[in-house]
């Protein structure tokens, strides 16, 4: 059975960084694709960035462009969200996913586990 989890959410200052974390279990980690979602309070849950199989492309949504970095460690089964330069806007439960296959995807229905969530909190 598949498992993401991830962490490294918190309260953060605008203008500062973050690292969130995600890891997952019970699939042959470097096979699949994975991405970064987040859903703000009273909005739809939207990509943020994805990253294939092998880690050598990359996507990520207008709004988090030069502020984010998605990347992966296939030997710890990890993908992370590096996120600088945070804004009140970044507020949301982040999520990461699994994708359907080793590719890079930015819709949600290309994807087929999720994680429970981690909420990051970007204050003034």
């Known amino acids: 059975q598949v498992q993401l989890v991830e962490s490294g959410g918190r309260l953060v200052q605008a203008g500062g960084s973050l690292r969130l974390s995600c890891i997952v279990s019970?699939?042959?980690?470097?096979?699949?694709?994975m991405g970064w979602f987040r859903q703000a309070p009273g909005k739809e849950r939207v990509s943020v960035a994805s990253?294939?199989?092998?880690?050598?492309?990359?996507y990520y949504a207008d709004s988090v462009k030069g502020r984010f970095t998605i990347s992966r460690d296939n030997a710890k089964n990890t993908v992370y969200l590096e996120m600088n330069s945070l804004k009140l806007e970044d507020t949301a439960v982040y999520y990461c996913?699994?994708?359907?296959?080793?590719?890079?995807?930015?819709?949600?229905?290309?994807?087929?586990?999720w994680g429970q969530g981690t909420q990051v909190t970007v204050s003034s």
């Open positions: 996913a699994l994708g359907v296959g080793g590719g890079t995807y930015s819709r949600q229905y290309s994807y087929v586990a």
């Open positions: 019970g699939r042959t980690f470097s096979n699949y694709g």
């Open positions: 990253i294939n199989g092998n880690g050598d492309s990359t």
